[in-house]
């Protein structure tokens, strides 16, 4: 019974059935009808005129915003558990040409302007030190926790007023929509965001992801610097497709919801006790002794250890209501 | 009628089964028994251990391939035609971290160890230049030529004796071993070939293409230039699952010869007057008035011209034979 | 007797004695009285408001101003002879982080209009190439001539009709004014000159070379660049003084007088047909057997060979007035 | 009274005659009798064979140290404070080409292999972060603290048994040696030191800075990327002729000394209570208020805030005795 990632989740029917039917002929990289239509798409999706690409990887997403919106000579600040930081091997380093990390603090990975601002604080404004251009944000967090709409702008006017890009890292942000029931736009560019990776495989995708430009004039140079990178499938057509599915009948929202509501589900046999952070998305942070932690697995429960006496518990979209039903009860059988 | 490029061919259903087939539950990145496979799958198929690492593109598995070869201060030789110099925005330089391209010429973009020589001797060996590291050739080349066992290995003898690295972009691997007939091991590392981009997409895959290295030690380092470059895919046994549907039962032969046969014939009508070039794989160029070009558009032929009087036929593994003919007839007429 | 390069002069007596001068308490880095001069001076030279930043040598002004003017996924256009295509280790590929050179050919190193066009219709402008983005030419070039203003303002109206940034490379710049005798604002910002790297180290400086920028906001992320490649000396202030001892009294003029007039000499008793190309500034291509190069040596001349039966004679501010007469007369003995 | 930084200081006469003694024709680049003798001169100095180049600044030597011991895609362990992370505006990540510094925390910007391993143990082994390659300290550190050659050797001893590269900032390594008394070698490689950015400019230079390797096979690429970084001056006999003349008759120790003696000399002023830090080197860090700092700048101090409460007093090779006591009898009347 899965609960380590939802990276090996399967693969939605919906998504199964359009790789299926884009199985037809049609034009090369880019240039097919699905993959032109996703601008279209989602600025219905966000209400306001976006540019969408898809790439293969959420770590090329987030490499490309960061791109457009720091210079090589540049820094960005992020959370010091942020996704950028510690998971991606130096990809922004690598697609920004050596822009600079600047971490910030926070519980559970989630920025306040405050914690932004103390960051920004302690760089002098001269030549010797990489000057700030962007802030990026997870939403949800690597620790399953959500930013609000006003938190959300309350970091956009900060952007706004220090001058730096705004990045939303949304390979949850399906989960964070879901959780808070907004409008997609009020989580990204009516709060002040210019660029979003939306994630579509943790929630049912196979190969694509979405990078979003709120600000069209962005999407120029990307369009060179994914081409560059290696990310514009010759297939386009299976990408668009996929993400068409998702956005068909809302199953990204589906999805997501069924994947947090797995997660509440543990959260709730777990009890405050037990829970390190308050469950918004779809992963659960628990205490558990080593002890503990082997009963679970002893009954085939399958998860990652995090930190000494902690626990991730990560549900997804197809989570088996059983198996989540059997690993409460498990829990609160501890 | 398509014939303007085999990256518009359908997914074959060995793969299409595949994806369905993988879609259950198992671990993320290339943790997965699919990935890890690979290795062990292309090392039977080649005949000596290598490392097989999947990528979303040529260009991603051409630009790590150099990048493994050449420093960012040395250079590559390569054909003035080739599709790193001129078709892949300059992912090389990207990869390699500026790496300079040395472009040398032969007709249907085809090298020779004698045109080699040539721009290997234009190179002052002082710090003032970049030195050259790497010779990197097309089989099939971008113009549909192959470069036979001998030929491949008469370039890995010069590779060998100037300490260069030597890699084969592959993107029509497929059809260069299907035309020749003979085992793969002849045309990569029995010829002293160091790493061989193979590929599968226009070959009937949908979005994994292969790295191979013949010489493990070069796949440490690209292990993480991988990761970093957003290309290690978290649902990765969606792409092993890709190739080795097209491994089992040398689907992977039988696509390509039937894109190889269906070029034959279109080169048989066509003829040697009209014949560009000698048509080895799956690519025929032929001279075509701007008159006759429009004749066969009008008839519902879809191709690109290539130069004035000139126009490029693709096939493919899905070339629908009645086109083919059709295709073939309309030439005889002209 | 050194014909061999202009790198190997000595430093010129002003500059010494502006070298002592410096010597005193002062600021550090570019924060002293003597650097923040500079850009008034020289806009001063020029007739407009320029920014002027002192780096240590013409590789670093070069690849400052491409970075400046192309981004990592353009390309530039340069002459096949240009210094910064063959002699400059891949620094504008380091400094741009990858940008490519298109090479355009021209008999001397020189560029034209329509050599310049031949090179830009090769590029299809698609995401799958790097589009132009900079022209740099050479000013005197790498062959001894010189670009008039007409000449160089035909090229700086294609860059403005293109959308190309322009720069020259003006490691030699003082020979080219001193041998028009023409404002140096005619070879530059006049005829659509972005930036200019102005040599002085060549022409009697020791370690000090300048970047122009013509477009004064093209210096913001300049100035980053140039401390992020270890090109702001913290004692920058012997770098200015060194151009303004030039500066004063147009010593700068004075020495590339002394060079050209010295080469002159040696065009006129080489005669005509000895001469490869014109002498239009401090540079003379002699045809002469290998024979003959070895008579001249044998008598204590030092110069480089220039390709089979060539060879190049360089002079310099220094040059020894008796040396140079007894060069001449030796060529005419040949 | 300038104490305010040891870049502002004058150029020792032993260099200012050097420079005007190299002002005769030599050949260009790095070429001529001087520099070919650096190896030579530091190789005896350091007691085994050594590769030493000549680069304009610290930076330059810092970065090129760094790209020669971590690949883009590793990262490099440092102090929080460290002139590599705050000071040189990114040059590490332009050189390496976005390696990542990882840092670490110790008392007055000084390491010990305690501070280190912790950075490590934080790095997980896998392809998902950054690989640590390299370790740099600052000796004397950024704070006026030396590394003494057993802390050194600590340090070494964990690279060793870790695989990091050991790179040691020495732009105050005279200062460090002077106050130690010791060998250069037991601060360097017989402690395990890869390579030295070894410190000319602030201890009496003008324009030269020390690159230092060690294991001499470290060097190969290095002249490529000195070269592709615009450091290769093409005058370059006048760096050499800096270095050497502050080798010969152990210039620099006596200049370090002067400057230290002066630190002292403040520091026995300041007195325990107003020490922040032990001195020494050419650093004192003392605890003043906003009016004392002001008392002392109305008698004609120049000298930086650093922080708070506290203020930076740097002496220099040619500080002048009467200011240094006049200041110390300022702070003692404080």
Redesign the interface.
């Known amino acids: 019974m899965?609960f380590?990632?939802d990276?090996?989740a399967?693969?939605c029917p919906e998504v199964?059935a359009a790789?299926?039917a884009a199985?037809?002929?049609?034009?090369?990289?880019d240039g097919d009808a699905l993959s032109r239509s996703l601008s279209g798409r989602f600025s219905e999706l966000f209400g306001r005129e976006v540019v969408a690409l898809w790439?293969?990887?959420?770590?090329?997403?987030n490499?490309l915003a960061l791109a457009a919106l720091c210079?090589?000579?540049g820094?960005i600040v992020c959370h010091r558990d942020a996704h950028v930081q510690?998971?991606?091997?130096?990809?922004p380093?690598?697609y920004?040409?050596?822009?600079?990390?600047l971490t910030a603090e926070g519980e559970g990975a989630k920025l306040t302007p405050d914690a932004v601002e103390e960051v920004l604080a302690g760089v002098r404004a001269d030549?010797?030190?990489?000057?700030p251009h962007a802030l990026t944000i997870t939403n949800a967090t690597e620790y399953g926790l959500v930013y609000t709409p006003e938190e959300t702008a309350a970091l956009g006017a900060l952007c706004r007023d220090r001058g730096l890009g705004f990045h939303v890292d949304g390979a949850r942000f399906a989960n964070a929509v879901a959780r808070l029931g907004c409008d997609p736009s009020e989580l990204t560019w009516r709060a002040g965001v210019d660029a979003l990776s939306f994630g579509f495989?943790?929630n049912g995708g196979?190969?694509a992801e979405m990078l979003i430009f709120f600000r069209p004039e962005l999407a120029a140079?990307t369009?060179?610097?994914?081409?560059?990178?290696?990310?514009?499938?010759?297939?386009g057509r299976?990408?668009a497709a996929q993400v068409l599915a998702m956005l068909d009948g809302d199953v990204w929202l589906g999805n997501a919801r069924a994947a947090n509501d797995a997660a509440a589900r543990l959260a709730e046999a777990a009890g405050t006790e037990r829970l390190v952070l308050p469950v918004e998305a779809n992963e659960v942070f628990v205490r558990v002794t080593a002890e503990e932690a082997e009963t679970l697995r002893a009954q085939g429960f399958d998860f990652y250890d995090w930190g000494p006496g902690e626990a991730r518990l990560v549900t997804s979209w197809d989570s088996d209501p059983a198996a989540v039903d059997a690993l409460a009860a498990a829990i609160r059988a501890l």
């Open positions: 899965r380590f990632s990276n090996a399967a693969v199964m790789l299926e199985n037809r002929l049609d034009t090369a990289y790439v293969a990887t959420g770590t090329a997403a490499s210079p090589p000579h820094s510690n998971d991606e091997c130096g990809a380093e690598f920004t040409h050596g822009a600079k990390l030549v010797h030190q990489v000057q495989v943790k196979m190969s140079a369009l060179y610097r994914r081409k560059r990178a290696g990310h514009l499938l010759s297939k299976y990408l």
